[in-house]
Nanobody, 119 residues
Framework: QVQLVESGGGLVQAGGSLKLSCAASGRTFSSYAMGWFRQAPGKEREFVARILWIGGITYYAESVKGRFTISRDNAKNMVYLQMNSLKPEDTAVYYC????????????WGRGTQVTVSS
């Protein structure tokens, strides 16, 4: 089992920045990748970004590419999402998730942190 706790959400004006953090604990040695997802009111959850624990290879949704940066601190079991040039359409609950080694999906999820971008 892996436990994930997000933090860093809040209210920000359009064009502003926020940095989300995700603290991982538990069986983190069996983790392959960490991801950030988001869900806006009335919409389905969507992928935002992911990073591999080994090698740090990243991948982003087209909607955030060039504005968001995912990073990790292996020693601290932390994953971050730096969000710049925020837009009102970025408003959502942001979740971090863990994909285990050998798995094909993200199996462990945090409870989420709210990000609200005002116009």
């Amino acid at each position: 089992q892996v436990q994930l706790v997000e933090s860093g959400g809040g209210l920000v004006q359009a064009g502003g920045s926020l940095k989300l953090s995700c603290a991982a604990s538990g069986r983190t040695f069996s983790s392959y990748a960490m991801g950030w997802f988001r869900q806006a009111p009335g919409k389905e959850r969507e992928f935002v970004a992911r990073i591999l624990w080994i090698g740090g290879i990243t991948y982003y949704a087209e909607s955030v590419k060039g504005r968001f940066t995912i990073s990790r601190d292996n020693a601290k079991n932390m994953v971050y999402l730096q969000m710049n040039s925020l837009k009102p359409e970025d408003t959502a609950v942001y979740y971090c998730a863990d994909r285990p080694m050998g798995g094909s999906d993200f199996d462990y999820w945090g409870r989420g942190t709210q990000v609200t971008v005002s116009s």
